[in-house]
T-cell receptor, first 118, second 115 residues
Framework: ETGVTQSPTHLIKTRGQQVTLRCSSQ?????VSWYQQALGQGPQFIFQ???????GRGNFPPRFSGLQFPNYSSELNVNALELDDSALYLC?????????????????FGPGTRLTVT | AQSVTQPDIHITVSEGASLELRCNYS??????LFWYVQSPGQGLQLLLK??????LVQGIKGFEAEFKRSQSSFNLRKPSVHWSDAAEYFC?????????????FGGGTRVLVKP
């Protein structure tokens, strides 16, 4: 069973540029969530994709956008990069089973992409 | 809105000693609670989770956690710490609903293990 993979591992961008981060979900999972982890802090929820549609969003501006593809892999796009966007970006996949809300499906995290904005 | 507080930013413990990490949560309904561990340069690994039932939950690597509804706490414990337990630990509460299955994390506790 292949785990969650992310690419690239590290990335350096200049303020104002755009960046695309990629995530391949674990086999059998249909949901991908993205989190931002600033240095010294816990991860913060950016958004989630289920069956190619956004399925929830945290407190992030519209310049953070995403896509999910038919094979359930996902991209996170950030436009007009700011210095504060420097962080570790984590992708997590899960199997979203709508079972009446009786359980929260476990999210499996990838190793992350370290983005530095200069 | 849900929130998680981990009061201890750093904890130093001697190898072989016991460890307890504190976690307090705020959530309006029955909480789904998790503990994750993150080693340097790594992603998050799930140690254990609580959904319902027995309030004492066993996890991997010899960790356990106890859910106390009256105290809104979900503290993580390990009876005897190994040097490999040095890492950052995150408590999280899960929300399931229209906003997706999102996790809200605490700020983390960094554990240092002395030989």
């Amino acid at each position: 069973e292949t785990g969650v993979t992310q690419s690239p591992t590290h990335l350096i961008k200049t303020r104002g540029q755009q960046v695309t981060l990629r995530c391949s979900s674990q086999s059998g999972h249909n949901t991908v969530s993205w989190y931002q982890q600033a240095l010294g802090q816990g991860p913060q929820f950016i958004f989630q994709y289920y069956r190619e549609e956004e399925n929830g969003r945290g407190n992030f501006p519209p310049r953070f956008s995403g896509l999910q593809f038919p094979n359930y892999s996902s991209e996170l796009n950030v436009n007009a990069l700011e210095l504060d966007d420097s962080a570790l970006y984590l992708c997590a996949s899960s199997s979203n089973r709508f079972t009446g809300g009786s359980a929260l499906d476990e999210q499996y995290f990838g190793p992350g992409t370290r983005l530095t904005v200069t | 809105a849900q929130s998680v507080t981990q009061p201890d930013i750093h904890i130093t413990v001697s190898e072989g000693a016991s460890l307890e990490l504190r976690c307090n949560y705020s959530y309006g309904a029955t909480p789904y609670l998790f503990w994750y561990v993150q080693s340097p340069g790594q992603g998050l690994q799930l140690l254990l989770k609580y959904f319902s039932g027995d309030t004492l939950v066993q996890g991997i690597k010899g960790f356990e956690a106890e859910f106390k509804r009256s105290q809104s706490s979900f503290n993580l414990r390990k009876p005897s710490v190994h040097w490999s337990d040095a890492a950052e630990y995150f408590c999280a509460v899960g929300a399931y609903g229209a906003a997706g299955n999102k996790l809200t994390f605490g700020g983390g506790t960094r554990v240092l293990v002395k030989p």
